[in-house]
C-alpha cells in the first residue's frame, strides 16, 4: 500500500493507523504544488490527500480509508473486537471528528473562503475559535474516565490527535478541558520513540512544538 499525505494534514491520522496496523507501506509526502500535478491528480481529481493506493485500488476520503485500513486488517482492532457494537462506537466518534470537528476549523485556516473583507477576519476566527472549543468539550466529556474516545483504541483517535494539534496552532482555548490535556499524544508523553528522519517533513512533532515523535504508539 502506498500513502499519500502532507505534513499536518488531516492525513496524518491514516499514516498513525496504517503503523498500527504493523503492515508495510509507502508513504510519499506531497505539498501544495505536487498535489496539482497531472500525476496526482489522476489519482484523485480534487488535488486533496489522503489518497490510498492498495494495488490498483485507489481510495481517497479520510473516513472510507482509516475504514478500509481497519476492515482489511481486522487484528488490529482499528474498528473494535469484531462486534457491531463496537464498530459502531468507533464509527460514531470518527464522525464526531471528521464531520463536526474537522470543518469547525475551516474559518481559522481560510476565513477568507467565508466572508470577503478582511477587515471581518479576525471576527470571523473568534467565532470558530469558540466552535471549536464547544466541540472540544464534548470530546472532554466523553474522554473522562476514559483512555479513547470509543472506549477502546480505535481509528477515531488519531483523528482527535491531529485536530488537538490544530487547535494548539490556531490559538484554541483548551484550558480547564483535564481529560482531554491527559488524552495519549497530547504532550508527547505516550509517543516518545522518535520517527526518524522523515518525523519532521511527516508532521509527526508534538503538539506544542517539541521534538520530532513518532505517530502515538499507544
Not at 126 to 139: D, H, I, M, S
Not at 187 to 211: E, F, I, M, S, Y
Request: hydrophobic share 40%.
Amino acid at each position: 500500500m502506498k500513502l499519500y499525505t502532507k505534513p499536518g494534514a488531516c492525513s496524518t491520522a491514516v499514516h498513525i493507523d496504517l503503523r498500527w496496523t504493523g503492515e508495510p507501506f509507502e508513504v510519499e509526502v506531497m505539498d501544495a504544488e505536487s498535489m496539482k500535478a497531472p500525476a496526482f491528480r489522476a489519482l484523485n481529481p480534487s488535488g486533496s490527500v489522503p489518497v490510498l493506493v492498495d494495488g490498483d485500488f485507489v481510495l481517497t476520503q479520510n473516513a472510507a480509508i482509516v475504514g478500509y485500513i481497519a476492515d482489511r486488517r481486522p487484528q488490529a482492532r482499528l474498528g473494535g473486537d469484531g462486534s457491531p457494537r463496537q464498530r459502531a462506537e468507533a464509527a460514531r466518534w470518527l464522525a464526531f471528528v471528521n464531520s463536526d470537528l474537522h470543518p469547525a476549523f475551516k474559518p481559522l485556516f481560510g476565513p477568507g473562503n467565508y466572508i470577503d473583507d478582511p477587515t471581518q477576519h479576525d471576527a470571523v476566527k473568534a467565532a470558530a475559535r469558540k466552535r471549536v472549543r464547544a466541540l472540544f468539550e464534548t470530546a472532554d466529556r466523553q474522554l473522562q474516565g476514559r483512555e479513547w474516545l470509543a472506549g477502546f483504541r480505535s481509528f477515531a483517535d488519531p483523528y482527535l490527535y491531529v485536530t488537538l494539534r490544530w487547535a494548539a496552532r490556531t490559538g484554541v482555548d483548551l484550558s480547564g478541558l483535564e481529560a482531554l490535556a491527559a488524552f495519549p499524544g497530547t504532550d508527547g508523553r505516550r509517543c516518545r520513540r522518535a520517527a526518524g528522519a522523515q518525523g519532521r517533513r511527516l508532521g509527526l512533532t508534538g503538539v506544542a512544538g517539541r521534538r520530532p515523535l513518532r505517530p502515538p504508539a499507544f
